[in-house]
């Protein structure tokens, strides 16, 4: 069975840090895209990057590109999420998601962000 | 453009059909896919590759496109599909990925 799991989220005050976690099982993590996914209180999902399955490739939204740093450790079976300079739009439940090459076929349960001081 | 939009809201009665559209010109080069999502759960994919459902997904929902929208397509609406809809593609320039603005659907 695909799993997820994220990990990492809490509370942070403004221009702090935070280090998302996304631990994976039940498949081969090393063969698939991966995405970072978030959704303010009451909003809607807004992508915020992708991570090609060797590493070698990053991309971002432009609203947390410079600040937000995606990686992973295939070799562990996990996906990161380096935030910098935290800003109260930020807070949301951020999700990580497997890209199945034609959508993103499973999501962990989500890992709540809140930016406040 | 790096926008998918979708209606806000819809209903539907009960059994009947309902169609939830998102428009975007990503759309013209990249086929959308559809997530359902209930409160306090994670999304769920219910259509990709313009209408095709990954397994456990019941055939009462479809997926067409054409031109510059998508849309999704529930026949004989259940009273838990009541949820929020979102389509998401990749964007215009094929490096970035974007969601719809969703769409909540009521089952009356």
């Known amino acids: 069975e695909v799993q997820l799991v994220e990990s990492g989220g809490g509370l942070v005050q403004p221009g702090g840090s935070l280090r998302l976690s996304c631990a994976a099982s039940?498949?081969?993590?090393?063969?698939?895209?991966m995405h970072w996914v978030r959704q303010a209180p009451g909003k809607g999902l807004v992508w915020v990057s992708c991570i090609t399955s060797d590493g070698s490739t990053t991309t971002y939204a432009d609203s947390v590109k410079g600040r937000f740093t995606i990686s992973r450790d295939n070799a562990k079976h996990t996906l990161y999420l380096q935030m910098n300079s935290l800003r109260a739009e930020d807070t949301a439940v951020y999700y990580c998601?497997?890209?199945?090459?034609?959508?993103?076929?499973?999501w962990g349960q989500g890992t709540l962000v809140t930016v406040s001081s | 453009s790096s926008e998918l939009t979708q209606d806000p809201a819809v209903s539907v009665a009960l059994g009947q059909t309902v169609r939830i559209t998102c428009q975007g010109d990503s759309l013209r080069s990249y086929y959308a896919s559809w997530y359902q999502q209930k409160p306090g759960q994670a999304p769920v994919l219910v259509i990709y590759d313009k209408n095709n459902r990954p397994s456990g997904i019941p055939d009462r929902f479809s997926g067409s496109s054409s031109g510059n929208t998508s849309s999704l397509t529930i026949t004989g609406a259940q009273a838990e599909d009541e949820a929020d809809y979102y389509c998401n593609s990749r964007d215009s320039s094929g490096n970035h990925w974007v969601f719809g603005g969703g769409t909540k659907l009521t089952v009356l």
């Open positions: 039940g498949f081969t993590f090393s063969n698939y895209w």
């Open positions: 998601a497997r890209d199945a090459g034609v959508g993103f076929d499973h």
